[in-house]
């Protein structure tokens, strides 16, 4: 290949090397370094499946075309390469009136270039995105964001349809550099400067359901056997034997849609001399070098006309700018902080966490630094810097089990940090403490959406085997709680308008595990048998995301809109003084919930005029709702969101589901007697029967 020459200023004509095109196994290596699929002793666990965004541009292009490569490389390199499926999204942004002609000519490229759908069972799908009614979208002042947020939601929605839970994208280093720079104009500092992450959760997808957290519960994999099972129904079959776990209803969410960008460490040159080598044509869109359209296109124009100062833009493909090596050492320092706040997670110890509620209950380690030889090597004031950093992150994700949120800032959990960790008081000189510090621990306050409260920690407690208890708070355990609603703002609200009829098929189907004699009792079912009641098919529900905490699927077979909202203390003063003879055994279930506030965070299914129907997630029904007929009664099904717990807990813990914490259930208002959970150490979960 044909080195390019270029004029210095001191008159000589140096050789300007042209970038080299990637090899696959270098690719390889790459993806791999962020992408974990289920791994064998012999090699990859196939067939497994692949979802690539292509655009046709160089970077997207380059990307398919690397895949196709690998999985050509043999089992020299990893065995099972060769039976990875890959599907590939084309968007169709619908922002031009030749954007779907130009959809159609990136399929063709792939199909007469690399037969990616003649060689798999998986074929190129255009994805259209849907703009409102009546919206100019090049005219709208947020263009860019909003076609970012309908282009992942599109994207997210179909991976979860195809079942495939990681999605890689074409961004290479040019688009870190450039989102650096863009941060730096919009005044980030410190973390903000760390660039684009190689592996996350896909983003702008929080409430849709598949695509965020959620959708994974077809499937169990087993802690004694990474092996993937599914059953016929949601009762544990007899002829399946342990320790194989089957399909059946779960407490939890899990799932979600990854993406990956494995392309980060190559520049775009080297790009498209992969594509150049390959014989392979790539187009260009025009938006993205109109420096007029957004900043990102203006700081690309600086970047390509090299009109930036070398130490923002080396202007080399081979030689990093000082920004880019600021911004590397940021992201890894970014890295190691999460590592030791994960390896302080695995050391906390849950004494109880009950999903009807979020009501939580932790004992955390007395320093949030787990183990770190380079800690030690740093002064004094340095290390109470890196405590508070690896100990907002911790803090955090303790948080992130209980709260609505789903980006809650560090910087809003300095108080909570400083309230959690004693020894950051201790360790700490004057004058050091954030705002809102002062005198002894706060022993309870809010952040991020929870309520968390310092109690004392039972004396007959001891720690779980393999922890160390010189680690944790000898002496107090941490309550954390949703916080309660602010009068001031809009409850959490989700509209379940009427589930339509399925015409087509008179009988009565399964829609996603909700049947029409689900959450009816056995001598409702025989009444029904006895007076030949109909039974209609519906059309399946969405699954909503209410107030970032349950997922909730609700089945309206009423005429009327109903909603999902919070047990507020009207709502519940109408039940309670309504008479109702369940109303013991409902106090008892609101009791067993914990700190009285936690009652009103609890969803509560109610109809049109503001009446409670039922609670959900603990299994009560008012008599409004036993008063409708029963072809008329909601159901629904209920999932806390995904929780991650610690590993060491999760092993060496019993997590019971079917239960509730009064030991009954009522299924449209008929008793069903359930066995009280037991008192098991490490953490407790209880959730309703759903």
């Given at each position: 290949m044909k080195s390019g020459l270029s004029m210095s200023l001191d008159g000589f004509v140096h050789s300007k090397p042209s970038p080299v095109p990637i090899q696959p196994a270098r690719f390889l290596k790459s993806l791999l370094k962020i992408w974990r699929p289920p791994m064998s002793s012999n090699g990859l666990s196939g067939p497994l499946k692949l979802a690539l965004a292509v655009s046709g541009g160089a970077d997207s292009m380059a990307l398919?075309?690397?895949?196709?490569?690998?999985?050509?490389?043999?089992?020299?390199?990893?065995?099972?390469?060769?039976?990875?499926?890959?599907?590939?999204?084309?968007?169709?942004?619908?922002?031009?009136?030749?954007?779907?002609?130009?959809?159609?000519?990136?399929?063709?490229?792939?199909?007469?270039?690399?037969?990616?759908?003649?060689?798999?069972?998986?074929?190129?799908?255009?994805?259209?995105?849907?703009?409102p009614p009546g919206a100019v979208p090049s005219e709208l002042p947020d263009f860019e964001t909003e076609a970012r947020r309908l282009r992942y939601q599109a994207l997210g929605i179909a991976c979860y349809e195809a079942k495939i839970p990681t999605l890689l994208l074409g961004h290479h280093r040019a688009d870190g550099n450039e989102t650096v720079l863009m941060r730096l104009v919009s005044g980030?500092?410190?973390?903000?400067?760390?660039?684009?992450?190689?592996?996350?959760?896909?983003?702008?997808?929080?409430?849709?359901?598949?695509?965020?957290?959620?959708?994974?519960?077809?499937?169990?994999?087993?802690?004694?056997?990474?092996?993937?099972?599914?059953?016929?129904?949601?009762?544990?079959?007899?002829?399946?034997?342990?320790?194989?776990?089957?399909?059946?209803?779960?407490?939890?969410?899990?799932?979600?849609?990854?993406?990956?960008?494995?392309?980060?460490?190559?520049?775009?040159?080297?790009?498209?001399?992969?594509?150049?080598?390959?014989?392979i044509p790539w187009v260009t869109d025009p938006t993205n070098h109109d420096p007029k359209l957004s900043i990102r296109n203006t700081i690309r124009y600086l970047m390509q006309r090299r009109l930036l100062p070398k130490a923002l833009d080396s202007g080399s493909h081979q030689v990093p700018s000082a920004l880019t090596?600021?911004?590397?050492?940021?992201?890894?320092?970014?890295?190691?902080?999460?590592?030791?706040?994960?390896?302080s997670?695995?050391?906390?110890?849950?004494?109880?966490?009950?999903?009807?509620?979020?009501?939580?209950?932790?004992?955390?380690?007395?320093?949030?630094?787990?183990?770190?030889?380079?800690?030690?090597?740093?002064?004094?004031?340095?290390q109470l810097t890196e405590m508070e950093h690896i100990g907002a992150r911790l803090v955090r994700m303790l948080f992130n089990i209980v709260s609505p949120r789903n980006d809650i800032s560090l910087q809003t959990l300095k108080v909570a940090t400083w309230a959690m960790f004693g020894n950051l008081q201790k360790d700490s000189p004057p004058g050091s403490r954030p705002v809102g510090v002062t005198g002894p621990r706060p022993s309870k306050c809010t952040a991020g959406g929870v309520l968390y409260e310092r109690i004392e920690k039972p004396s007959e407690d001891t720690p779980l085997p393999g922890v160390q208890p010189v680690l944790l708070d000898p002496d107090h355990?941490?309550?954390?709680?949703?916080?309660?609603?602010?009068?001031?703002?809009?409850?959490?609200?989700?509209?379940?308008?009427?589930?339509?009829?399925?015409?087509?098929?008179?009988?009565?189907?399964?829609?996603?595990?909700?049947?029409?004699?689900s959450q009816i009792s056995t001598r409702a079912k025989q009444r029904r048998r006895k007076t030949g009641v109909n039974q209609t098919a519906f059309h399946e529900p969405e699954w909503q995301l209410w107030d970032g905490r349950y997922w909730i699927q609700v089945l309206n077979?009423?005429?009327?809109?109903?909603?999902?909202?919070?047990?507020?203390?009207?709502?519940?003063?109408?039940v309670v003084t309504g008479g109702d003879k369940l109303l013991p055994r409902l106090k008892k279930a609101l009791r067993s919930l914990g700190p009285p506030h936690v009652r009103y965070t609890l969803p509560a299914i109610v109809d049109?005029?503001?009446?409670?129907?039922?609670?959900?997630?603990?299994?009560?029904?008012?008599?409004?709702?036993?008063?409708?007929?029963?072809?008329?009664?909601?159901?629904?099904?209920?999932?806390?969101?995904?929780?991650?717990?610690?590993?060491?807990?999760?092993?060496?813990?019993?997590?019971r589901e079917g239960s509730g914490g009064t030991g009954e259930v009522f299924e449209?208002?008929?008793?069903?007697?359930?066995?009280?959970?037991?008192g098991t150490r490490g953490i407790l979960v209880w959730m309703s029967q759903l």
């Open positions: 398919a075309t690397l895949c196709h490569q690998i999985r050509k490389l043999g089992d020299a390199h990893l065995s099972g390469l060769s039976d990875i499926r890959l599907q590939v999204f084309i968007v169709d942004h619908k922002a031009r009136t030749e954007s779907t002609r130009e959809a159609m000519q990136v399929v063709k490229f792939l199909d007469k270039y690399l037969g990616l759908s003649k060689e798999s069972e998986l074929k190129t799908r255009i994805l259209p995105l849907k703009w980030y500092r410190g973390e903000g400067l760390r660039g684009i992450s190689e592996e996350r959760e896909i983003p702008y997808c929080k409430g849709v359901y598949g695509a965020s957290q959620s959708g994974g519960r077809d499937y169990v994999v087993t802690r004694e056997e990474n092996q993937l099972v599914k059953a016929q129904d949601t009762n544990v079959r007899e002829e399946i034997l342990e320790p194989v776990e089957v399909y059946r209803e779960q407490g939890f969410e899990y799932g979600g849609v990854k993406i990956c960008r494995p392309l980060m460490d190559y520049s775009k040159q080297e790009l498209e001399a992969t594509l150049e080598e390959a014989g090596m600021a911004a590397s050492n940021i992201r890894r320092n970014y890295q190691r902080r999460n590592e030791q706040a994960a390896l997670y695995q050391a906390c110890d849950i004494i109880s966490f009950d999903a009807r509620s979020g009501h939580f209950q932790v004992r955390i380690p007395n320093s949030p630094v787990h183990s770190d030889p380079e800690f030690h090597l740093l002064p004094g004031y340095q355990i941490w309550c954390l709680t949703r916080e309660s609603y602010n009068k001031q703002l809009a409850e959490p609200t989700c509209i379940v308008p009427p589930t339509t009829p399925n015409e087509r098929s008179p009988a009565a189907t399964r829609v996603s595990g909700i049947t029409a004699d077979p009423t005429d009327t809109i109903l909603k999902i909202c919070p047990l507020s203390p009207d709502r519940l003063l109408r049109g005029e503001d009446r409670v129907l039922a609670l959900p997630t603990v299994d009560f029904v008012s008599p409004t709702f036993r008063a409708l007929a029963e072809d008329r009664r909601p159901r629904w099904r209920v999932r806390y969101k995904r929780v991650v717990f610690p590993k060491m807990v999760r092993e060496e813990s019993e997590v449209n208002g008929e008793e069903k007697e359930l066995a009280e959970p037991k």
